[in-house]
Structure formats: structure tokens, C-alpha cells
């Protein structure tokens, strides 16, 4: 069926079908369907308004229609199907209502396309063919505006105020195509403006524009919206430029169909905003800094003469400034030896970058390791290395050196046991002042020890490295990060003579930076290598922990055959870890790495797995080969023998063959010769030449033979032999019998040479047959190794498995722990325990846990090449480091992503103001003086109603944080601390025990170690962990308030947060409502405000973002805070701990002990108060520190809004005056920047929708029949094309409109 010519002439339909409409129906037509087209029934199909983006067969909407129905009665079957209120497009085009499905079959095969297009609130239909609202509610007439350019009669074009808008080709509106119901009168002419941005309207009678004129040159991408955005009474209809007493329809049935609508800048940002990938933002932050740099060009001219230039360049530049390149900072803490150097050495793809050693712990200081972003090819590894102040180091030398000195002034004898107080002060100070001697270390005083030149030479200052490769950066570094107090140099070799001893740095090093590239760091992560949690040096362990609460992720290593029982994962994992998780609410920051997964028993390991049975198939295997193995070994070793005894028959045959030669030429010299066999009798085996035997054996090829060595000996021994046949030969004349004839000797020899023969081919034989054999057992052994493989994964993977479980749910469980008690004491009436107070399922698999390999993924990527192959892991994926790498790049997303949506944000607002006054030509509003300044007066008030507002609602913000923290936290402070009190004396008891050999956790300390608490304020780390009288103290406090803590900060305060933003949001929306209605009524500025409603979405993303940065800074504070309580404590005890740190003699440690107990029983019932006390007071501050910042937020934001509000309401020039050339020129060239910026976005949106459209026809199959007829004409081929038939039931997406 041929389209009806008729309907080129009708309002509203495409007169033929585009290639995208051909790429689309070919995409439809290939869903099989129970609609059969044809005899005047059609197959409609409907693209899906929200699968626009996805051009597959599965989106489209089936309908069956009859010839004669509308495109009115198919949109509605789909709005009711689809629920949902929509437009259609028929190849990219509007389509008139009431254009019937017979004017629209093109491609002649009875079937249809349109696509669906989401109506948004507030825009309302607009038929091309009948330019009237296809519905719209009865509203009152609105008052006409009093500004007398204006008409006061109604548009004869019929159209109503809320009348949705119509998209035409023209890209710039006019003065009366952003008016509302405004008929351009007969004295004005509307024409293309030279100038680059955009239309003008003149107005011949009086060579002035009206007041809405000034905003006709609004860049595209800032004009009013027309896609509903706007509010409906500021509605507007843009449309091609025509005649005045042009029809509408001559209007609307344009030669060329209209173009789809291509996102504007603006609309391309809101949506990167709300759906962009972390590296979709990052590429479009990246292009408008580039874009920000060509913003400026215009201005920089202008700003020592003009405020305005001199504001926009400073907003300019504070875009620039921001910064998105945030880090994300991962700690790696464990135990030494718990493989974590290994791992982040595989983590960044390097043998060796920070030093490993079997032997001992090397991590002396914190290492941070981030991406080198040098092009410099000599400087592919970078470091800077840090070392800490002169006044850090002297506090540290003070506090070793009475670890060092014991009562009589002596070097401690304990000072060789590297595990005791004074064996960590004696290896860090030795490792400074190498040449100093016991003795003089005992004489030396803090100041000597502080004069040396190479120390003050170091405190205070960057050591920076470079090197091109990373074996020669290995080396540079390691003598500054690795540790030697447990040195692995044999004692037994004596230093040469006048060789000085070298200082070591790494107890002077603060910090070591690193930069590479590596892949898992080039998203911003910086891996921090912390020093052991338990390592022996107390100072290296400090800083791991004071590390932890900074980092934002933290990777947590232990052996994978300890993970679960081993002290670092019970610790780390503990109660008062993860009780620290609950104050701080960072669940989401631990990550768990089992290290070592090779090292593995498979034997054990499938008996503790219950793997048996998997494996019973290979042991099955492993055994059969072991018993074919054995059989060949055997085989083997026997043919040898068989070699063997080939080899020595062919020794016996060359002698004879020699012998017999011989006897032949003494008969060929006329001698007498007899048979040598019968001049004596001999052994059995008859004795061979030493010398031969040995010539016979080294030509042997038999490998398994040993080697012969002729010496001195053996020569006299032959000689001996040599004599003794000779007598013999003399004394057994009687014995020759008869003598040899010539055929007698040849016959001997050729028996011989016969003899020799077969013993060689036997040999050969027996050759061939252990090189089969041995092929044989390679094979076995090699599908041996095999299996061993195979099985060596399956327990690796059973083990990984188990570990991680294992795990996941001993962090759950002692997080259900801490909630129990938390609830229990909170409201022990109403406790119930099988009442869940979360999802402990979602917390156990909220823990990432990755089992690894280090050495086999190093030796898996060609690394490691004089190690072993590692077994059980057959590509890198099992090795688990390719996913920690992913994971670690993982990490970064959400930071990285925050920071470009605040940049695109803070961009957008800026452009939408930068384009409101690059619009402005400068005449201002047609308004006299007095109405001018009217106009200015109410907008000031609602201006100045609008800061009060906002200032009370930040007001209002505080006292809420304060009431939630009074009531959260504060109102507890009373009960804990009597709980605190109450258990003071106990705990100090259990400090004073008798020391529990058997059992370290009950209580008791030794004399040394309770020194080194006290000398150290409180807190002190050995080889039995962390002892920290501090904490232990306030340990009711802390465990008491966790819950109250964790809700207060994880749910309250966000909530008062996103109140003040959904608040803030609320005031300006009804600001500008407040503006918008009046400008309706006076007629002036309307155009401009509209203009600024696109501002109010981006202003409810900056109160959103506002909101996010405050929680932000709500949680770093609270960190702090909750870190507070234990040192207010330490400030409390400093006397005591003087008293017992400076107490020695006999009876001391008693004296302490006594000493101790009173001090605490003395001050306990003030201590912990005034602990409570100065939480609150930061925890105060920090509500105030968030009001201050949300205010300065604020002010910033209202400043623009005054700007752009008095842009459009008040003009920038005063009365009668004009704006000079050179400024017109100066708004006029950003504005030119800013149009040509949104060309070219939407451009490459244009050129991306074609080439998905594309993309997806060229993905689709071919179907048989559709036009693709070979000879005859088009038409004749088209009629020839068989309508699709039904090919399966599908039913769901098919509908029968007929």
C-alpha cells in the first residue's frame, strides 16, 4: 500500500522516511509477532519513552491498528499500557494526532515505528497540526501586563499562557518569541542581528528595544527552557521566524521536519551529574577547564577598568582552583612477617619497590606510595623521604635513653634481648650513633647526642631519589627504610680494619613518599605501608596507629594459615576495634587480606575441609601413577644392570680381539704361539687392564657408572701385576700345548668380533628401551604434577572459601555483640535478643576479604625467575591480586566522583549567571525612573526577607545538632560516668596482679613493662600487644556509649542536614515564585527571571552538596572528638606516671603500685568528668564550626543569586545612559564562547545518538524479504516484500487496537 500524496500537504506528517527511520524499523521488524499485517491491519510499534538510549527489539511496544485510527487512538493505548504520559515521534519528528496510520506506511510493508517521548510536568501537548493545547486545565485569564510596548488584546494566534512549547528549527529567540501571548505590532520588523549572539529586535518608530529585549541574546544553552522546566505561566513558544499574518499551519509545515532536540550544555551536565561514571566526569571536568581557559579570554582585557569583568575572572579562577584530584588513602597494617611488603609489591606490579626480607621486619617507617605523574623517563620512581624535627627526635632520645641506663648509671644488661624496653632503645639509639660504645652511650647525655653533626645535618630535612629503573631506586631506598637491629651477618666475620660502621635513618625518618606508576594507584589511591601493629620497636607501632584513624581505607594482612586464629586478626578484628568502627561509622573502610594462600599441605588440607570425597577421584590417580612410577623406576634400574653386564662382555671382547691380534703378528714374525687360555689357570673372571677398564668405562654412555681416577697406586700395582704374569709365564713352559696356527687365531677373533656384536646391539637395545621408559615416567610425573596441581587449588580455594566466611561472620558476630550490650543496658525491660537490630548478614559481606598469592602472581607475570614455580595456581586470577588491584582502584570512585559533580555544579551555576549578564546589551528596562525604582525596592525587601531566611534556617540548623547531641549523647554522661568511677579501682587491681603466666589477659605486669607504660604516659606496645592504661580506664565510657555514639552520627545528623537542604531549597523556590508572579503583573524582566528558573535545580544540588560536605566535616570532627576521652585521662594520671617513672631501689615497684592506686582512687570522681566534659565541649565546637561554614556557604550563594536577580530586574545601567562599544563587545564575545561551546556539545550528543542508532542497525541481522529484492523497481520490489509472520508466541508485547 502506497502513503496517501494527500498527506504531504497536511499539517503535522513527513512527507517521505529518513535513514533513521529505516535503521529503526529494521530494528523493530525483528521481533517475532502474533500481529499479522496486511489487508488494511497494521503493525504499530512504539519505541518505550525509557529505553530511548537502548534500540533493541526486546523495548518496543506492539500495537494492531486498522488503516483508518489515528496516531491519537495508538498514543493512548500506550499511555495506558505504559502508564505514563507521553509525546510520539515519527523519525525524529512531532506527528500530528490526527494523521492516520495508512498516510504513514512508507516502507510498504504494513508496519509502523514511532518512538515515545516522556511528557515532564508542567509541559502540556501540543498538536503540530492544531498549535492549541491538546488538554489543559480551565485557568482564570491572567492579568495583562501594563507596559504599554506590550498589546493588551490577546494573541490572534489563540494561544493560551500555559501553552506547552513548540521546538523549531530557529536556535535564538526573538523579543516577541519569549513574550507570552505578545503579537510583534505592524511598525516592528524582526531580523538576524550581525552580531554572534543571537537576534535583536528593532523598533523602527522609536530605534529602542522593549524591556524584555535585553535578554533576546541569551547564548543558546542559557535560554529559557522549553522542556518544562520552566513554570507554566512562564511558558513560551519558540518558533521559526515568519510574517506576522502567516497562517500556522503555513507556520508549522515547514519545508524541512523539524530536528530532534539535542541536549544544551546545561542539560548534558545535569545529566553526567546524576548518571556519569567516575571517569565520564573526570573527562568532561577535564574539557571544561580547557573550555574555563577560552571563558577568560574575553574578560582579561577588561578587568582593571570594569567591576564586572574583575567579579566573573575571579569566579573563573576559583573554578580553576578547585580541586578534584582528591587521594584516597589506603593503610596496610599487620604483623611482621604477615607478607604485606609482598603484597603491595605484586599490588603495584614490581619485584621489589619496598624492601622484603625473610629474615627479619624491614618496614621501619611509613612508607605512602602514590602515582608518579613525571613524564621524565630519569625519573620513572621518584621518592621523597622525610625526616622529623630536631625538638621530635631530642623528646624520643630522652625517653630511649632511661630505657637504656638502668639505676647505676650502666648500659642495661637487657639491652641484647631485642623483645625487652631497653634491647628497643639500645637497637634504635645504636642504629643512629653506631660508633658509640656502651660506655660511651652510658656517659653520653641528650645534648651530646643531639650536637653530632650527621644527626642535625638530617632533622628537618627532604631527602628526594630518582632513579630510571627500579632495582637501582631499590637499592637508593633501602637503606633508609630498612631496619638492622636483627641483623643476619655472621658474627664471625671480623670488620676490616678501619672500616666505620654506617648510620642508619630510618629511627630520624618521618615519612617516605614513593611515586610510580602503577595501574591500581593512577585513579588517586596512595597506599601507606605501615610499620607492624606488635612490632618491637614501640615508636614504629605508634604511628601505625595514630596512621589509622587517617587513612580512608585500611587493609588489614595476616597469613592465611592464621587468619582466623592469628593475634592480629583477633586484635584487629576485636571488640575494641570494632567498637571503634561504631564511633567512627566506617564499616566500609577495612578490607581483610589473607596472605600466603600458597603455602599450603594438601594432605591436611583436604582432611580439615572435608574434601575427601572431591579428591578421592584424585588420589585414585595420584596412586596408579605412584605404582607405574615404581614398576617403570624398577624396569629402569634393571635394564641398567642389563646395560651393565652388555658393557663388560663388550670390555672382554676388545681385550680378546687385542690379545689375539697380537699372538697374530708374533705368528706372521716366525714365532711360536700357543692358546693363552692354557698357559695357566685363572679365575673365573679374568683380571682386565686397569688402564683399559678405565678407557672402556669413561667411552661407556651408561650416565648412572661412577667415575674412575688412576692414581700413583694403582700404577705400581700394575706393574707388580705385569711382573708376576711374566714369571708365571716362564715357570708353565710344560702347559702351551700345541701351537696356533694362522685359521686358529683368525677363528678365535672372528668369534670374538661375533661376541662383541650382539653384546653392542644389545646394548643399543637396552639403550632404547630406558629412554622409553624414562619418556614414560617424565610423563607420569609430569601428569602427576598435574594433578598435585589441580588438587593444590581445590584446597586453596576450599581454604579461601573457609577464611572468608570465617572471617565475615567473627566480624558480624562481634558487631551483633556490641549492639546487644549496647541495647541490653540501654532498656533492659524491653531487650530482647532474637530481636536483630541490622542486617548482620549485609555486615559480614560489607568485610572484603581477599585470599592471596604474592609469589605466584609474581612468578605467574615472569617475576621471581630464580624461584620456584609456585603450585595450585594456574592463571593470575587465582592468585586473587588482579581483583585487590580492581578493588583498590575501587575505592577511589566514590571520592572521585563527589568532587567532579561539585565542579560541574559550581560550573553550571557559573555559566547560567555568566550567560544572564553576557545577554544584557546594556539599554535596560523600558521603565521610568519611579517604576525603576519601585521594581528595585520590592525585589531588595524579598532579597533582603530571603538572607534572614536563610540565615535563621542555619540558625535553626544548629540548635537542632545541639538538641540531637543533648539528647544522644549528653544526657548519658552522668550514668557512665559513675559506671567509670565504680570500676576504677578494679581495673587498677588487675593491673597490680600477680602476673599470670599461663594467661597475660587476666592482669599483671612485670617490673620492666609497667616502667615502660609509665614512662610513656600510659600507652605501650611489646611483643603481648598494646597497653594503654588510658583506654583501659575509660573502657565503661566507651563501651557504654558506642551505640548512642554510632546512631547519632549515622542517622540523626544526616537527617537534620538534609532537613536544612530540603529547607534552603523550599526558600528559594518560593523567593522566586515571589519574583516571577511579579513580573507577570508589571510585564517587565519576565523573560530573564524564566531565565533564572533554570537556576533553582542547580541550587538544590549546591544545598545537596552543601549538605554532603558538612557530613563530611561533621565526621572527620567526630573522629577527633571520640578520640578525646583517654587523653584527658593521661593529663590526669601525668603526675602519677612522673612519680613512678622517677621511683628506683629497693621496694619500687610496690612504691609505684601503692603510689598508683591512690593517685587514681583520689582523682577517679573528677577525672572521668571532666573527660565527658571536654567531649561535649569539642563536640559543641564542632556544631558551631558547622553553622560557620554553612553560613559562609550560604552567603556565598545568596551573593550570586542577588547579583543575577538585580541583573534582570534593575539592569546595570542608570537611566539615559548607554553602555559603551567596548563593553557591548566585551559581553558579546563571552556570549559568543558560550553559544559555541553548547554547539559543539550538542553536536557531539547528535553525532553520539546517530552513531548508537547506527550501531545498533548494523548489530542487527539481516531479515530475508525486506527490501532487499535483486532487479526490477523499487516500487514493484516493495510490493513484493512479504509482511512479517508470526514465528512464536509472544503475546505480552502485542496489543489488537482494531
Request: net charge negative; with cysteine.
Amino acid at each position: 500500500m502506497d502513503a496517501n500524496p494527500s498527506a504531504l500537504s497536511k499539517p503535522g506528517t513527513i512527507s517521505q522516511a529518513g535513514d533513521s527511520y529505516k535503521k529503526i524499523h529494521s530494528i523493530a521488524k525483528q521481533q517475532p509477532l502474533t500481529i499479522v499485517p496486511g489487508d488494511g491491519t497494521f503493525a504499530v510499534a512504539v519505541l518505550q519513552h525509557d529505553k530511548l538510549d537502548e534500540i533493541t527489539p526486546a523495548n518496543f511496544f506492539w500495537f494492531k491498528v486498522k488503516g483508518k485510527h489515528s496516531v491519537k487512538k495508538v498514543r493512548a493505548a500506550y499511555e495506558e499500557r505504559a502508564d505514563a504520559h507521553c509525546v510520539f515521534k515519527f523519525d525524529n519528528s512531532p506527528i500530528s494526532d490526527s494523521t492516520q496510520m495508512r498516510r504513514l506506511d512508507f516502507m510498504n510493508d504494513s508496519v509502523i515505528v514511532f518512538t515515545a517521548h516522556k511528557q515532564e510536568v508542567g509541559e502540556e501537548e501540543m498538536d503540530p497540526a492544531n498549535p492549541t493545547p491538546s488538554s489543559f486545565a480551565p485557568s482564570r485569564t491572567p492579568l495583562q501586563p501594563t507596559n504599554t510596548q506590550l498589546p493588551a488584546n490577546p494573541s490572534p494566534l489563540g494561544m493560551d499562557i500555559h501553552a506547552a512549547p513548540v521546538k523549531t528549527e530557529t536556535a535564538n529567540m526573538s523579543l516577541y518569541e519569549v513574550s507570552e501571548n505578545v503579537t510583534p505590532p505592524a511598525n516592528v520588523r524582526i531580523e538576524r542581528s550581525p552580531r554572534p549572539y543571537g537576534l535583536v529586535v528593532k523598533n523602527e518608530a522609536k530605534e529602542e528595544q522593549s524591556g524584555f529585549s535585553q535578554y533576546a541574546n541569551a547564548p543558546n544553552g542559557f535560554q529559557t527552557p522549553v522542556d518544562g522546566e520552566a513554570p507554566a505561566n512562564a511558558s513560551f513558544v519558540k518558533q521559526e521566524t515568519v510574517a506576522r499574518d502567516t497562517p500556522m499551519d503555513s507556520a508549522v509545515a515547514s519545508p524541512a521536519a523539524p530536528e530532534a532536540k539535542q541536549p544544551s550544555m546545561n542539560e548534558r551536565f545535569q545529566k553526567l551529574i546524576s548518571e556519569g561514571t567516575p571517569e565520564e566526569l573526570e573527562a568532561e571536568v577535564k574539557s571544561c577547564q580547557a573550555f574555563l581557559g577560552e571563558l577568560r579570554k574575553p574578560l582579561e582585557g577588561f578587568v582593571a577598568q570594569n567591576k564586572d569583568a574583575h567579579h566573573w575572572v575571579a569566579q573563573i579562577e576559583q573554578l580553576q582552583k578547585q580541586n578534584v584530584d582528591t587521594p584516597t588513602i589506603i593503610g596496610v597494617v599487620g604483623n611482621t612477617g604477615a607478607g604485606k611488603s609482598s603484597v603491595i609489591n605484586a599490588l603495584l606490579e614490581e619485584e621489589r619497590l619496598v624492601p622484603t626480607n625473610c629474615m627479619r621486619a624491614c618496614t621501619a617507617v611509613v612508607t605512602e606510595m602514590s602515582y608518579n605523574h613525571s613524564d621524565n623517563p630519569n625519573a620513572l620512581y621518584r621518592a621523597d623521604i622525610e625526616f622529623i624535627q630536631a625538638s621530635d627526635w631530642e623528646k624520643d632520645l630522652r625517653i630511649s635513653l632511661k630505657e637504656l641506663i638502668d639505676a647505676n648509671g650502666q648500659v642495661s644488661r637487657e639491652c641484647t634481648n631485642p623483645e625487652s624496653e631497653a634491647g628497643v632503645a639500645y637497637a634504635k639509639i645504636k642504629a643512629v650513633y653506631p660508633s658509640r660504645t656502651r660506655d660511651d652511650l652510658a656517659h653520653s647525655s641528650v645534648e651530646d647526642l643531639m650536637k653530632e653533626d650527621c644527626v642535625r645535618n638530617v632533622l628537618g630535612t627532604i631527602k628526594k631519589i630518582e632513579k630510571s629503573q627500579p632495582e637501582y631506586f631499590y637499592r637508593a631506598l633501602q637503606s633508609y627504610v630498612d631496619s638492622k637491629e636483627k641483623s643476619t651477618e655472621d658474627k664471625s666475620k671480623k670488620k676490616e680494619k678501619g672500616e666505620k660502621k654506617q648510620m642508619e635513618f630510618w629511627p630520624l625518618i618521618k615519612v617516605v613518599r614513593i611515586y610510580t606508576k602503577a595501574e591500581a594507584l593512577s585513579t588517586g589511591a596512595v597506599i601507606v605501608d605501615l610499620p607492624g601493629v606488635h612490632d618491637s620497636n614501640a615508636a614504629r607501632a605508634a604511628v601505625a596507629q595514630g596512621y589509622m584513624k587517617q587513612c580512608t581505607g585500611l587493609f588489614i594482612v595476616a597469613p592465611i594459615n592464621r587468619a582466623v586464629d592469628d593475634k592480629a586478626a583477633k586484635s584487629l578484628l576485636g571488640e575494641s576495634f570494632k567498637r571503634q568502627l561504631k564511633f567512627d561509622g566506617t564499616y566500609s573502610r577495612i578490607t581483610f587480606i589473607c596472605s600466603k594462600t600458597d603455602d599450603i599441605s594438601i594432605t591436611e588440607a583436604s582432611d580439615s575441609l572435608g574434601l575427601e570425597d572431591q579428591m578421592s577421584e584424585d588420589w585414585d590417580k595420584i596412586d596408579a601413577i605412584e605404582k607405574e612410577l615404581k614398576g617403570h623406576k624398577q624396569e629402569v634400574k634393571d635394564l641398567k644392570e642389563s646395560k651393565g653386564v652388555f658393557t663388560e662382555l663388550i670390555n672382554d671382547a676388545e681385550e680378546g680381539i687385542e690379545l689375539w691380534e697380537k699372538l697374530k703378528d708374533q705368528l706372521e714374525d716366525g714365532e711360536t704361539v700357543y692358546d693363552p687360555s692354557k698357559k695357566r689357570k685363572r679365575s673365573a673372571e679374568p683380571k682386565k687392564s686397569r688402564k683399559k677398564a678405565k678407557k672402556s668405562r669413561s667411552s661407556s654412555d651408561d650416565e648412572d657408572e661412577d667415575d674412575f681416577i688412576v692414581d700413583e697406586d694403582e700404577d705400581e700395582v700394575d706393574d707388580e701385576d705385569a711382573n708376576s704374569e711374566a714369571e708365571i709365564d716362564s715357570d708353565s713352559a710344560s702347559d702351551k700345548g700345541d701351537p696356533l696356527t694362522a685359521e686358529d687365531i683368525d677363528a678365535k677373533i672372528t668369534q670374538l668380533k661375533d661376541d662383541k656384536k650382539r653384546a653392542r646391539r644389545e646394548r643399543i637395545e637396552t639403550d632404547n628401551k630406558i629412554k622409553e621408559v624414562s619418556h614414560k615416567i617424565k610423563a607420569l610425573e609430569k601428569a602427576r604434577e598435574k594433578i598435585d596441581t589441580a588438587m593444590s587449588a581445590i584446597c586453596i580455594a576450599g581454604r579461601n572459601n573457609y577464611s572468608k566466611g570465617a572471617i565475615q561472620r567473627d566480624f558480624a558476630d562481634g558487631i551483633r555483640e556490641l549492639d546487644m550490650e549496647s541495647a541490653q543496658e540501654e532498656d533492659p525491660d524491653r531487650f530482647n535478643p532474637e530481636d536483630d537490630l541490622r542486617d548482620y548478614d549485609e555486615v559480614a559481606r560489607s568485610l572484603p576479604v581477599f585470599c592471596v598469592s604474592s609469589r605466584a602472581y609474581q612468578k605467574i607475570q615472569g617475576r621471581l625467575q630464580r624461584d620456584k614455580a609456585v603450585p595450585g595456581f594456574r592463571t593470575a586470577e587465582e592468585t586473587e591480586i588482579p581483583q585487590l588491584q580492581a578493588h583498590c582502584k575501587k575505592l577511589t570512585e566514590a571520592g572521585r566522583a563527589s568532587n567532579c559533580r561539585n565542579y560541574l555544579t559550581n560550573l553550571s551555576q557559573l555559566l547560567n549567571s555568566l550567560g544572564l549578564w553576557a545577554s544584557n546589551d546594556g539599554t535596560g528596562l523600558n521603565l521610568t525612573d519611579v517604576e525603576l525604582a519601585a521594581e528595585t525596592k520590592f525585589l531588595k525587601l524579598r532579597l533582603q526577607k530571603l538572607e534572614q531566611s536563610l540565615d535563621k534556617a542555619v540558625m535553626d540548623c544548629l540548635k537542632e545538632m545541639n538538641d540531637t547531641l543533648a539528647e544522644n549523647i549528653f544526657e548519658h554522661y552522668e550514668h557512665l560516668v559513675e559506671l567509670a568511677v565504680a570500676e576504677a579501682n578494679n581495673t587498677v587491681g588487675n593491673w597490680h596482679r600477680k602476673v599470670n603466666r599461663d594467661n597475660r589477659a587476666l592482669g599483671g605486669y612485670y617490673w620492666a613493662t609497667y616502667k615502660a607504660i609509665v614512662r610513656r604516659e600510659g600507652v605501650f606496645s611489646n611483643a603481648q600487644g598494646t597497653h594503654d592504661f588510658n583506654a583501659q580506664l575509660t573502657e565503661p565510657i566507651i563501651k557504654h556509649l558506642a551505640s548512642h555514639w554510632e546512631k547519632t552520627f549515622a542517622q540523626r545528623l544526616p537527617r537534620v542536614l538534609s532537613s536544612f537542604s530540603r529547607q534552603a531549597k523550599d526558600l528559594l523556590t518560593a523567593f522566586h515564585r515571589e519574583i516571577e508572579l511579579r513580573t507577570m503583573k508589571t510585564g517587565s524582566g519576565s523573560a530573564g527571571v524564566a531565565m533564572l528558573g533554570q537556576q533553582l535545580k542547580i541550587y538544590e544540588q549546591v544545598f545537596a552538596t552543601l549538605a554532603t560536605q558538612m557530613l563530611e566535616m561533621i565526621n572527620g570532627l567526630q573522629r577527633e572528638a571520640n578520640r578525646e576521652f583517654t587523653p584527658v585521662i593521661a593529663r590526669n594520671l601525668s603526675t602519677a606516671y612522673d612519680y613512678c617513672a622517677n621511683e628506683s631501689g629497693g621496694g619500687c615497684f610496690n612504691r609505684m603500685k601503692a603510689h598508683m592506686s591512690q593517685h587514681i582512687d583520689h582523682f577517679r570522681g573528677s577525672m572521668f568528668s571532666e573527660s565527658c566534659e571536654e567531649v561535649k565541649g569539642l563536640l559543641l565546637k564542632m556544631c558551631k564550626q558547622v553553622s560557620n561554614q554553612m553560613s559562609e556557604h550560604i552567603d556565598v550563594v545568596f551573593i550570586r543569586i542577588e547579583r543575577d536577580y538585580l541583573e534582570v530586574i534593575s539592569g546595570t545601567q542608570l537611566p539615559g545612559q548607554t553602555m559603551p562599544k567596548w563593553e557591548r563587545h566585551m559581553r558579546a564575545g563571552v556570549a559568543k564562547v558560550i553559544e559555541d561551546r553548547n554547539q559543539v556539545v550538542m553536536e557531539l550528543a547528535q553525532n553520539a545518538a546517530a552513531k548508537k542508532v547506527e550501531d545498533a542497525a548494523k548489530d542487527a541481522p539481516q531479515i530475508p524479504g525486506n527490501n532487499d529484492h535483486e532487479g526490477g523497481d523499487d516500487d514493484q520490489s516493495r510490493d513484493r516484500s512479504p509482511a512479517p509472520q508470526v514465528k512464536c508466541e509472544v503475546t505480552n508485547n502485542d496489543m489488537d487496537l482494531s
